[in-house]
């Protein structure tokens, strides 16, 4: 078990250094794009598609699927690791495929939330000033109308009233008692 938890945390390493590769370059996968399309499907020049980079769960799964067990047949077939041999190969080898694709949504999500934080670093200043202008306006409105509630509350209130008659002798002088 901790053999296969380096691999699976290797493997999420690589899969984001795989990802963040492609994003800065896509020439293996424009080449591949070449050479099995035609010239009016081939894809674009602004087009930054790779083989993980945006590109959709199942296509990015195969991907990493079919390098990882080319890999690992050529490991089978040319040393004396029998990868695929027993039950602790396979899980390795699973391993490695979920912990690059984990990897690879970890960079995209990284990634992206680095763009929106360097597109929104010049209005986050003026946000958090706004925000801490309007704090400031809010309490002193609020110490405003304490204070406001404090003289309306020495202002209601009236001096005693003269001794009246109670209930009982108002009755008595109704004659209802």
Same mark, same amino acid.
């Given at each position: 078990m901790g053999l296969e938890l380096v691999i699976f945390i290797a493997a999420i390493l690589f899969g984001i250094f795989l990802y963040w590769r492609e994003s800065n370059g896509n020439g293996?996968?424009?080449? !591949?794009?070449?050479? !099995?399309n035609s010239k009016a499907l081939q894809m674009k020049p602004e087009n930054k598609k790779g083989f993980v980079y945006k590109q959709a769960f199942l296509p990015r799964l195969v991907f990493v699927a079919t390098v990882f067990l080319l890999i690992g047949l050529i490991f089978q077939f040319l040393t004396p690791f029998k990868i695929f041999g027993s039950y602790n190969?396979?899980?390795a080898f699973a391993s490695i495929v979920f912990g690059t694709l984990i990897g690879t949504y970890l960079a995209n999500f990284v990634l992206k939330s680095g763009k929106v934080i360097e597109e929104k670093s010049d209005s986050l200043g003026d946000i958090m000033e706004d925000a801490v202008e309007k704090g400031k306006d809010f309490i002193e409105d609020l110490k405003a109308k304490?204070?406001?509630t404090i003289e309306e509350n020495e202002a209601i209130e009236e001096p005693p009233k003269p001794q009246e008659k109670s209930a009982r002798e108002r009755l008595k002088d109704k004659g209802l008692l």
């Open positions: 293996l996968y424009r080449f !591949v794009n070449k050479m !099995v190969g396979i899980s304490d204070t406001d």
